[in-house]
């Protein structure tokens, strides 16, 4: 029914910069809450970034003041932008979305993408 692809990761350097974005899909009626998520190895999948449907934003402490949330809500997309990237920012980034699909009436959805590779080289 509805489906998150996710594009932009890749490997940078130290310091470098990196775009992701999530497209969502299918009968979604509206998008609550959308958010970047990521999962080194070994380690459990943490909360990146938030935004909510009105524009509100939460980050890791970790990322505060070099990554960047945003929304197109005609769109339904979200995308990081992320600066001054650490080599403790490798990981898989996942795309996450809180959404109800068909009516304003229907329970919350959570929905994930694939996931994107990100590897910062030091």
């Known amino acids: 029914q509805v489906q998150l692809v996710e594009s932009g990761g890749g490997l940078v350097q130290a310091g470098g910069s990196l775009t992701l974005s999530c497209a969502a899909s299918g009968s979604i009626f509206s998008i609550t809450l959308m958010g970047w998520y990521r999962q080194a190895p070994g380690k459990q999948r943490e909360l990146v970034a938030a935004?909510?449907?009105?524009?509100?934003?939460n980050y890791a402490d970790s990322v505060k003041g070099r990554f960047t949330i945003s929304r197109d809500n005609a769109k339904n997309t979200v995308t990081l932008h992320m600066n001054s990237l650490k080599p403790e920012d490798t990981a898989v980034y996942y795309c996450n979305m809180m959404m109800r699909l068909w009516s304003i009436s229907a329970p919350l959805t959570n929905s994930w993408g694939q996931g994107t590779q990100v590897t910062v080289s030091s």
């Open positions: 935004i909510s449907s009105g524009g509100s934003t």
